[in-house]
């Protein structure tokens, strides 16, 4: 009788287990799909605001070679063109196909070029994020050499 008991312990025994392991690997596989999740997600985000970034230093470089010529010729001072600086930037932006703000500081001497992104999620889409914003700025500075 002995083994008998033994083995009916064993019956209820194996009963109160059933289907613990498999609410672990539900627990567990949920979250490696959240982590996957930031991974890839936070990844693409850092790599959209690397090239919103990018996009600014060009756009700001571009801006920054439209001169003001009538004051370039009469040597009275070497600036920027504010509307063709503007308009240079907002094209290289419009080229990219992302949106942005520029702005001639300095009397005419910096340009700073904002722009304006969005990474289109992969997995927080299933969480109700399919967008997440990204920025990136950059400045040029104008420098000219006395004489030469």
Do not use: C, W
Not at 80 to 106: F, R, S
Not at 122 to 145: E, S
């Amino acid at each position: 009788m002995n083994r008998l008991s033994t083995l009916r312990a064993r019956a209820r025994a194996a009963q109160r287990d059933q289907g613990s392991m498999s609410l672990f690997f539900a627990v567990t596989t949920v979250a490696i799909l959240m982590v996957m999740g930031l991974l890839v997600d936070g990844g693409g985000a850092l790599n959209a605001a690397n090239r919103a970034t990018s996009i600014a230093q060009e756009a700001a470089r571009t801006a920054g070679q439209q001169l003001d010529p009538a004051q370039a010729i009469e040597g009275t001072a070497i600036t920027i063109d504010p509307d063709a600086a503007t308009g240079a930037a907002q094209d290289y932006l419009a080229t990219a196909d992302v949106t942005g703000n520029v702005e001639i500081t300095d009397g005419g001497q910096s340009i700073t070029v904002t722009v304006h992104d969005t990474y289109n999620t992969l997995f927080a889409q299933f969480v109700g994020k399919g967008t997440i914003h990204v920025t990136g700025t950059a400045t040029a500075q104008l420098h000219t050499q006395a004489g030469g």
